[in-house]
């Protein structure tokens, strides 16, 4: 089973301050056709998560341009250029890849 | 618009069964793969099960492989997860998600409480 570990599990963050969050894994994600399925997840409390990136860097339609994603191998970064107060909540990083697919732990953004 | 609709969730005794049902809309649910996605209360996601598109092959976590059986209406746009032999450890809110690969759409998701 591939492992996903974010670094770190909480990120107190200042307001109009740029922010990161690492997900590393166990195993390389590049599937038979070159992709990398690597995505990115944000979660409000008591919402259901919403998609921000997927395959490392793809950013959705609905998601802010400030989010950025980044990496390749086992290493893959997402990058808040200025946090905003709807940033807050917990983000996850998850593989769609290898079977069992497998997520992050998560790490809360909260306002300092 | 895109929105998966979901229903079946609430109270069941250890060793019970349940049946979770997703009514799909705004989008081709015979072309696209589903899943299910879990989250105990307090603790992040975990990945349940998922189903292919067409051939309808099926993927399953250790944890619910042998108990918990998802499938496909496709006449009906319904996804469905049919849990049997509960336990305590399978309480938690229980997600129906668009796709296998990048999971772009989520339900809102049904509590599955498992209690005495």
């Known amino acids: 089973e591939v492992v996903l570990s974010q670094t770190p599990l909480f990120l107190p963050v200042v307001l109009g301050q740029p922010a990161s969050i690492s997900c590393r894994s166990t195993?390389?994600?590049?599937?038979?056709?070159?992709?990398?399925?690597l995505n990115w997840f944000h979660q409000r409390p008591g919402q259901s998560p919403r998609r921000l990136l997927s395959?490392?860097?793809e950013r959705d339609s609905g998601a802010p341009d400030r989010f950025s994603g980044s990496g390749s191998g086992t290493e893959f970064t997402l990058t808040i250029s200025r946090v905003e107060a709807d940033d807050v909540g917990v983000y996850y990083c998850m593989q769609g890849t290898h079977w069992p697919r497998t997520f992050g732990q998560g790490t809360r953004v909260e306002i300092k | 618009d895109v929105q998966l609709l979901q229903s079946g969730g609430g109270l069941v005794q250890p060793g019970g069964s349940l049946r979770l049902s997703c009514k799909a809309s705004?989008?081709?649910?015979?072309?696209?793969?589903m899943s299910w996605v879990r989250q105990a209360p307090g603790k992040g996601l975990e990945w349940v099960a998922s189903?292919?598109?067409?051939?309808?092959?099926?993927y399953y976590s250790d944890s619910v492989r042998g108990r918990f059986a998802i499938s496909r209406d496709d006449s009906q746009n319904t996804l469905s997860l049919q849990m049997k032999d509960l336990r305590a450890h399978d309480t938690a809110h229980y997600f129906c998600?668009?796709?296998?690969?990048?999971?772009?759409?989520w339900g809102q998701g049904v509590l599955v409480t498992v209690s005495p």
């Open positions: 395959k490392v860097s």
């Open positions: 705004g989008f081709t649910f015979s072309v696209h793969a």
């Open positions: 189903i292919y598109d067409g051939n309808n092959d099926t």
């Open positions: 195993q390389g994600l590049v599937d038979v056709s070159g992709n990398i399925h």
């Open positions: 998600v668009q796709g296998y690969y990048h999971l772009p759409v």
